[in-house]
């Protein structure tokens, strides 16, 4: 099956540093890339979309300048948390898309545990 | 609005027993639907899904119908085991027409806990 991998799989950092996650399609090319956070016990919560080459779309409520993303290739998306502080803590998780119309398929990573001090 | 709605957990067996988990959606169109597990400290790995109605789903012994004129695909496996621990989520996508459509609608998750 599809894979997607996720580096870190989790991290520590002071407040006010910055970090990045990638995420990537390990046995196919994906076009379009989500990213999610979760909080304990929660359902996921989709920060962004983004795409091959184009910037990142957002959800509402999602500061665009806090969580950057950069969809470099079609098997790699990084997401950094700049100036992360501790309600920045979550955990974060990557998706691929696979396939194309009624059989397109979300695959998602491992998952990044972030924790700010 | 596109929406599922799960039965909410936490929902306990014993091992070898039968499992249902209920879910509904609501959807402007012809969704795809999802079976999502994620088991402690992972990310979400695809149970099974259904990409018209009448189509089943099945993978490592559970199965889902894709129903239309209940609008559900509730999730069913004949005996559970201690492994089947997990966070199910239901999850529907519409395809086709781009934008907000292109995204995954999650349920909130159901948390089942298998005991020995």
């Known amino acids: 099956g599809a894979v997607v991998s996720q580096h870190p799989s989790w991290v520590i950092c002071k407040s006010g540093t910055s970090v990045k996650i990638e995420c990537r399609s390990l046995?196919?090319?994906?076009?379009?890339m989500f990213w999610y956070r979760q909080f304990p016990k929660q359902s996921l919560m989709l920060m962004a979309t983004s795409n091959e080459g184009s910037k990142a779309t957002y959800e509402q409520g999602v500061e665009k300048d806090k969580f950057l993303i950069n969809h470099a290739s079609l098997t790699l998306s990084t997401l950094t948390v700049t100036s992360a502080h501790p309600e920045d803590s979550s955990f974060y998780i990557c998706s691929a898309s696979g396939g194309f119309g009624y059989q397109e398929t979300q695959y998602f990573g491992p998952g990044t545990r972030l924790l700010v001090l | 609005g596109n929406s599922v709605t799960q039965m909410e957990g936490p929902v306990t067996l014993s091992e070898e027993a039968f499992l249902t988990i209920n879910c509904t959606y609501t959807a402007t169109g012809y969704p795809s639907l999802f079976w999502y597990v994620q088991y402690p400290g992972e990310g979400l790995q695809l149970l099974l899904k259904a990409t018209k109605a009448d189509d089943k789903g099945s993978n490592k012994g559970f199965e889902a119908t894709y129903r239309k004129e209940t609008t559900s695909f509730h999730l069913e496996k004949g005996s559970v085991q201690v492994s089947d621990s997990a966070v199910y989520f239901c999850a529907l996508r519409l395809w086709g027409s781009g934008g907000s459509n292109y995204k995954l609608t999650f349920g909130k998750g159901t948390l089942l806990t298998v005991n020995p």
């Open positions: 046995d196919f090319q994906a076009t379009t």
